[in-house]
T-cell receptor, first 115, second 111 residues
Framework: DADVTQTPRNRITKTGKRIMLECSQT?????MYWYRQDPGLGLRLIYY???????NKGEISDGYSVSRQAQAKFSLSLESAIPNQTALYFC??????????????FGPGTRLTVL | QKEVEQNSGPLSVPEGAIASLNCTYS??????FFWYRQYSGKSPELIMF????GDKEDGRFTAQLNKASQYVSLLIRDSQPSDSATYLC???????????FGKGTRLHILP
């Protein structure tokens, strides 16, 4: 089984709908992240969480919210989806006790299309 | 705004040659540097991590770090068609433990 899983893998929705993307990990990491990737714009950080009670905005948090339900689960919500939120979304995890090695481990991604 | 800069490419390299990918970063407080490989539509995967000045080799890959020049590079020796991908340079934010990603360089290995 994959260490970092994302559901759904693909989703097509309409403008104004509420959407939740879910991420689960079995790596035992304390830190979790949500990114979006758009062609030519690279990976942009939406939200991140360093433990269950810690939630931080990234560079593009407007229009998104998150919930860290447990150490292993981090969900991303779009309260009212709009077309420019069409993108590839990645969840990632890292080990806060890894010293200099802040390696992030990525899930397989969710391709979201907002019509 | 802390930045990581890469040439977007595409960089075309003949099979068997050395591919050289470059990256500069703005945060002098950064201590950890990463190269990720990403195939189209797939998730990034780590191929090299370096935190000391100098070279680090792993198989056909060599990462080079020069903190004084705020420069990190990746060399791929004996390039193979399977190396064709986008390579993301990433640097830790010196203020906390986030990672800042560059926009990536597309590498195309010509058979």
């Amino acid at each position: 089984d994959a260490d970092v899983t994302q559901t759904p893998r693909n989703r097509i929705t309409k403008t104004g709908k509420r959407i939740m993307l879910e991420c689960s990990q079995t790596k035992g990491h304390d830190r979790m992240y949500w990114y979006r990737q758009d062609p030519g714009l690279g990976l942009r950080l939406i939200y991140y969480s360093f433990d269950v009670k810690d939630i931080n905005k990234g560079e593009i948090s407007d229009g998104y919210s998150v919930s860290r339900q447990a150490q292993a689960k981090f969900s991303l919500s779009l309260e009212s989806a709009i077309p420019n939120q069409t993108a590839l979304y990645f969840c990632a995890t890292s080990d806060g006790l890894a010293g200099f090695n802040h390696e992030q481990f990525f899930g397989p991604g969710t391709r979201l299309t907002v019509l | 705004q802390k930045e990581v800069e890469q040439n977007s490419g595409p960089l075309s390299v003949p099979e068997g040659a050395i591919a050289s990918l470059n990256c500069t970063y703005s945060d002098r407080g950064s201590q950890s540097f990463f190269w990720y490989r990403q195939y189209s539509g797939k998730s990034p995967e780590l191929i090299m991590f370096i935190y000391s000045n100098g070279d680090k080799e792993d198989g056909r890959f060599t990462a080079q770090l020069n903190k004084a020049s705020q420069y990190v590079s990746l060399l791929i020796r004996d390039s193979q068609p399977s190396d064709s991908a986008t390579y993301l340079c990433a640097v830790n934010d010196g203020g906390d433990d986030k990672i800042i990603f560059g926009k990536g360089t597309r590498l195309h290995i010509l058979p």
